[in-house]
Structure formats: structure tokens, C-alpha cells
């Protein structure tokens, strides 16, 4: 059996460490969206043909509790788990861990794409709507 490995995201957005994500699930896809350093400025990703999506109420003091920590998780980042058992069973799968200051989010999808890093809008709840409506919806 291969060792889990987190690698953290080169291409995905940064966030200031007092981010609190915002979430939108439609039932096969995930839109996730946060402050980013600039007032009035969002990041939003999206994760398509979503399988598992968890919440752990982990923060930066305690990541070492997450499942993977010794696979390489660091504070503040976007990784991507390379072997993950939750991954496995699904085909073309993959799994995804973000680490924010007051939780942790596991996301286990086919797919992940960074839609704006300088977006714009008055709320998180705003960001994710634009997006939604700008962006294709996954096949899956």
C-alpha cells in the first residue's frame, strides 16, 4: 500500500489566516469561497461531481488531530492528498484538504478549478452567486 502524501496547491488562492469560507453545495458541485487580503475581495473555487464533502471543527492549534496531518498538512493551505483512502474506490477521484483557522474542509470530487481569486462583491454569499451563474455546471 502507498503512503498518503499532502502537496500543497501551487495554482490555488491564498487567504489571510482570519478567512472564514462560505460553501454552497448544489448536489454534485461544490462552490467554496473566502476573503481574500483586500476588503470587498473573494476567492472562489469549485469542485466538481462532488462525493464526500466534510467539515472537521479542527483549527491551526489542533490540524495535528486530522486523519492525514502526517501526511504533510500545514496551516492556511490548499493540499491535495496523492493515495488517499477515501479517494480510492471512486474512479478518477480525487481528494482535496483545506486548512482554514477554525476548521478544516475534506473535499473527495472529480474535479477542482480555481473560478476568481479577485472577485469582487459585497459578501461572500454575493460571490458565490456570480459564480454560479458564470460558470458551467459540472457533467458528473
Not at 481528494?95 to 462583491?121: G, P, Q
Request: net charge negative.
Amino acid at each position: 500500500m502507498h503512503e498518503v502524501k499532502a502537496t500543497v496547491l501551487s495554482d490555488a488562492p491564498t487567504f489571510p489566516t482570519w478567512a472564514h469560507p462560505a460553501a454552497y453545495y448544489s448536489g454534485s458541485d461544490l462552490y467554496m469561497c473566502f476573503e481574500t487580503h483586500e476588503d470587498d475581495v473573494y476567492s472562489v473555487v469549485f469542485f466538481g461531481g462532488v462525493i464526500e464533502y466534510r467539515i472537521q471543527p479542527l483549527t491551526d492549534e489542533s490540524i495535528w488531530k486530522h486523519q492525514y496531518f502526517a501526511a504533510g498538512l500545514k496551516s492556511y493551505e490548499f493540499h491535495l492528498l496523492t493515495n488517499s483512502p477515501l479517494a480510492k474506490p471512486w474512479p478518477s477521484s480525487e481528494h482535496w484538504v483545506i486548512t482554514f483557522k477554525d476548521e478544516i474542509h475534506d473535499v473527495v470530487a472529480k474535479s477542482f478549478a480555481v473560478i476568481s481569486t479577485e472577485l469582487r462583491s459585497s459578501s461572500t454569499k454575493e460571490a458565490i452567486q456570480i459564480s454560479i451563474s458564470t460558470e458551467p455546471a459540472s457533467e458528473t
